[in-house]
């Protein structure tokens, strides 16, 4: 499984520990900053990344600010995108579960390393459930084209 993976300053510390943790479980990874803890803007970096996602270069990304909040609704602009902000193992699983989540966001000065990791590891390992939440996720997806038209 091919991962983006993208910070501003304030996710910097903890996009880098997700990022050596999942390289040693074997997943690709293509991190596209930020490199350090300099002042950044998160829109920049949550988009670049949701257009990874959206464009089908990647599988899925996982994106964090100081929050997780304004990478979140960045991200979650682009078309085809459904970033979920997570700070429990439950809000992990049940994303992709029941909202088919592409993205996920964490929020680097809210969730300790241990619990981070726990989370993207719960994340990554469950998949959708379908069926009634099919139709669901297709009544979200459908408010983008209604965004469009207005
Ligand atoms: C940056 O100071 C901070 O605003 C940003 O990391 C994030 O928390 C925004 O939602």
Redesign the pocket.
Same mark, same amino acid.
Not at 7 to 11: E, N, T, V, Y
């Given at each position: 499984m091919k991962i983006v993976i993208a #910070?501003?300053? +304030? !996710?910097f510390e903890l996009k880098e520990v997700i990022k050596e943790d999942l390289i040693k479980k074997g997943y690709s990874i293509s991190d596209i900053g930020v490199d350090s803890t300099k #002042?950044v803007d998160?829109p920049d970096y949550g988009k670049r990344a949701a257009l990874m996602v959206a464009n089908k270069e990647v599988d899925k990304g996982i994106i964090v600010? !100081?929050? +997780? =909040? !304004? =990478? #979140? =609704?960045a991200a979650n602009k682009i078309k085809g995108i459904r970033c979920a902000l997570c700070t429990n193992e439950y809000m992990a699983r049940m994303s992709r579960m029941h909202n088919n989540a592409n993205m996920l966001a964490l +929020? !680097?000065?809210i969730t300790g390393i241990g619990l981070a990791i726990d989370i993207v590891d719960v994340w990554l390992s469950t998949d959708f459930e379908g069926g009634r939440h099919e139709n669901r996720v297709n009544k979200v997806m459908e408010i983008e084209k209604l965004k469009e038209e207005e």
């Open positions: #910070s501003d300053h +304030g !996710g #002042s998160y600010c !100081g929050t +997780g =909040i !304004g =990478i #979140s =609704i +929020g !680097g000065r």
